[in-house]
């Protein structure tokens, strides 16, 4: 590394010089210079993805005493070892002078496991930006995420909009917003600067549980490179997907205006314009409107949304529960209210 380009990284020298980690860094440093905020808040796993965020946040903190960094970790409880876990997290960012908050899940999950895990997660970083005032969570999602949650919803019939994945930005609450730094990253650059700063990370053995889809479809993806569908295919296919999704944007805004109106404090769906239009934004509007009425963090699966749109367009008065909400197909309207179940 050259003198001109050697920084140091942290005042405890926990990163060691290698142009790898400082490219990271670099590129990390950039991005969030961008933002006119100032407070962070810093989810943490203790996977490898999540101590290389932690290590890059820590840095930048060390660099530029403008920047406030809180980090979180949530122990949902899941395995029998979870505690255990959460103690040593916290002791690998106690070596390198990093505070950690472990917040302990009481909530018991039994199904739909990593749906409800991530549900709860959400909800206890909510609360800790409303406690510190913050607006921006980051999260340590990278390529290899992007291209796996790609798959997955290929698996499911995702249309345009679920085949783009993930953004760099997304919205948690009305004044929080999600920022994925990383999403650009390799996870094996994640791996070696986690190991050169912690000398060590938390393996999640439901990495490699097959009761998870993500678990099989990360196992499939040599399989599929080695017949020519490579990581940076599916990449320029999920950015290809993202460009026609804007486009899509845009005429979905305005087809929202006209389909989606409010009465009081209900909202309804005008059924002639709605089944005027083509499948795919059927889904996204009937899906967005249940999406803000319960504030969800992501809209119902395209298939149950479908099954709904294809029950209520009969001419008779029907009644379908989906999203936590009560559709009511109602003279040439379909209501959606908050369900009481």
């Excluded at 490579?230 to 944007?249: A, C, F, R, V, Y």
């Excluded at 969800?296 to 936590?324: C, M, V, W």
Aim: some cysteine.
């Amino acid at each position: 590394m050259s003198k001109k380009n050697s920084i140091v990284l942290s005042h405890k020298n926990c990163f060691s010089k290698s142009e790898q980690i400082l490219s990271l860094y670099t590129d990390f440093k950039k991005k969030i210079s961008k933002f006119k905020t100032s407070k962070f808040l810093v989810a943490v796993s203790g996977g490898p993805d999540s101590l290389a965020l932690a290590a890059m946040c820590k840095a930048l903190e060390s660099n530029n005493k403008k920047f406030k960094f809180n980090y979180i970790h949530i122990n949902h409880g899941i395995r029998k070892n979870s505690l255990k876990e959460s103690e040593q997290v916290k002791k690998l960012l106690k070596k390198q002078n990093i505070s950690l908050k472990v917040i302990n899940n009481k909530k018991k999950i039994v199904k739909n496991i990593q749906h409800n895990a991530r549900k709860i997660r959400y909800m206890f970083f909510r609360q800790e930006c409303k406690k510190n005032k913050i607006k921006l969570v980051l999260t340590a999602h990278h390529k290899n995420d992007q291209i796996e949650t790609f798959l997955i919803r290929l698996s499911r019939g995702s249309g345009v909009q679920g085949l783009s994945a993930m953004s760099l930005t997304s919205i948690l609450d009305a004044n929080i917003k999600i920022f994925r730094p990383f999403l650009n990253q390799n996870k094996k650059d994640l791996i070696f600067t986690s190991k050169k700063v912690f000398g060590n990370f938390i393996k999640d053995p439901s990495n490699n549980n097959k009761k998870f889809l993500r678990s099989n479809i990360r196992k499939l993806l040599p399989i599929l490179n080695k017949y020519g569908i490579g990581d940076e295919q599916i990449i320029k296919s999920i950015n290809n997907l993202k460009s026609s999704g804007k486009t899509l944007n845009f005429y979905f805004k305005e087809m929202f205006k006209k389909v989606v109106k409010k009465r009081g404090r209900k909202i309804f769906l005008k059924k002639k314009e709605l089944y005027y239009l083509n499948e795919e934004l059927q889904i996204r509007i009937l899906g967005f409107a249940i999406k803000s009425i319960n504030r969800l963090d992501y809209p119902p699966r395209s298939k149950k949304i479908s099954t709904a749109l294809k029950f209520l367009n009969t001419s008779k008065e029907t009644k379908h529960q989906l999203g936590g909400c009560l559709l009511i197909n109602r003279n040439n309207n379909i209501f959606i209210e908050k369900s009481l179940q």
